[in-house]
């Protein structure tokens, strides 16, 4: 599976912005497609993950409340919506995808920056 992460941009706190993760490739064999993130200096970070079996979500609780990935299967995308965005969620986001719930992620896109000022 290769995925193509997009939609980073700089903001300012309080505003919003939407990633998307276009999947393609062998896209049936995906399990679950995940968020991560990494600000500078930090280690990856995990932000919120989406199954496609059934829909599930889970987030960090950093972001709880704030963002909602959701997934279009139709066009093999998976978002993130991120609303009040603060300084502290800049940093490089990826989307990475495996093909089991125990599997390790196996497919990552090339990251896209967010940079939220205050």
């Known amino acids: 599976v290769q995925l193509q992460a997009s939609g980073g941009g700089l903001v300012q706190a309080g505003d919003s912005l939407r990633l998307s993760c276009a999947a393609s490739?062998?896209?049936?064999?995906?399990?679950?497609t995940s968020w991560f993130r990494q600000a500078p200096g930090k280690e990856h970070e995990f932000v919120a993950a989406i199954g496609w079996n059934d829909g599930s979500t889970y987030y960090a609780d950093s972001v709880k409340g704030r963002f909602t990935i959701s997934g279009d299967s139709a066009k093999n995308t998976v978002y993130l919506q991120m609303n009040s965005l603060k300084p502290e969620d800049t940093a490089v986001y990826y989307c990475?995808?495996?093909?089991?719930?125990?599997?390790?992620?196996?497919?990552w896109g090339q990251g896209t920056l967010v940079t939220v000022s205050s």
């Open positions: 490739g062998r896209t049936f064999s995906t399990y679950q």
């Open positions: 990475a995808a495996r093909t089991t719930v125990t599997s390790a992620y196996n497919s």
